[in-house]
C-alpha cells in the first residue's frame, strides 16, 4: 500500500514538473519566478532578441523591476549593443540590484559590459568584495567548510565566533588563503 502512494506521489510530481510554464498572451511566462530563467535560456542559446522582446513586456507590466533590466543588460551584451547595455544596467542598479550581480553574473555575457568607462566608474571602491556567500557546508562537531566567491584576486579567511560580542580570544580565525582567476575567484 505505501509503495502504491508513493509511486502515485512520483508520478504527480514528475507530471507537475514535466509541465511547460503557462503564457500570458505576449509569450511571457505567467509565473514571475519563470520569467528569467526562460530569458536567460533564450540569451545563452542565441535568441537574445526574443529575451529583448519579452523583457519589454515585462517591464511594461512591472517598471521598476531590477531583475528585468538585469536581464536585459545581458540581452543587449549578447547582441553588442553594448550602449542599450549600459543604460539597462543603470536602470537595474536604480531599481535596486545588488552590484555584486554585476560583478559575478555570467562574465561571458557581461565582458562588453565589464570593458565600459561606466561598469569601472561603478566598479571603484568595490576592491576586494565578497560578491557570493559564504555559504557553510559540511558541518561537524568540529569543523565546518565555507564557500565564497570574491570579485577580483584576494586574501580571504574565514572568522567564527559565537556571538557577535564575543572576546577575541573565544574566536577562531581559519589561515588566508589566495583567492584567483583560475578557481573563477572561489574558494572552499
Known amino acids: 500500500m505505501r509503495l502504491t502512494h508513493l509511486l502515485a506521489v512520483v508520478l504527480i510530481c514528475l507530471s507537475v514538473t514535466a509541465a511547460p510554464a503557462q503564457r500570458r498572451k505576449d509569450g511571457v511566462p505567467k509565473q514571475y519566478k519563470r520569467i528569467h530563467q526562460e530569458v536567460l535560456r533564450l540569451i545563452v542559446n542565441g535568441k537574445a532578441e526574443d529575451a529583448v522582446k519579452q523583457l519589454d513586456a515585462?517591464?511594461?507590466?512591472?517598471?521598476?523591476?531590477?531583475?528585468?533590466?538585469?536581464?536585459?543588460?545581458?540581452?543587449?551584451?549578447?547582441?553588442?549593443?553594448v550602449d542599450d547595455a549600459v543604460k539597462a544596467m543603470k536602470q537595474a542598479t536604480k531599481h535596486g540590484l545588488p552590484h555584486e550581480r554585476l560583478i559575478a553574473g555570467p562574465r561571458d555575457l557581461m565582458k562588453p559590459v565589464h570593458q565600459t568607462e561606466t561598469f569601472k566608474i561603478i566598479q571603484q571602491g568595490q576592491v576586494n568584495r565578497l560578491v557570493h556567500g559564504p555559504m557553510l557546508g559540511q558541518v561537524t562537531d568540529t569543523s565546518a567548510s565555507f564557500w565564497m566567491r570574491t570579485n577580483g584576486e584576494s586574501l580571504v579567511s574565514v572568522l567564527v565566533a559565537p556571538k557577535k560580542d564575543t572576546p577575541k580570544d573565544a574566536t577562531h580565525r581559519s589561515p588566508a588563503v589566495r583567492v584567483s582567476k583560475k578557481d573563477d575567484y572561489t574558494t572552499v
Do not use: F, I
Not at 512591472?62 to 549593443?81: I, V
Open 58 to 81: 515585462v517591464l511594461k507590466q512591472y517598471p521598476e523591476d531590477a531583475e528585468s533590466y538585469y536581464m536585459l543588460t545581458l540581452a543587449y551584451a549578447s547582441l553588442n549593443r
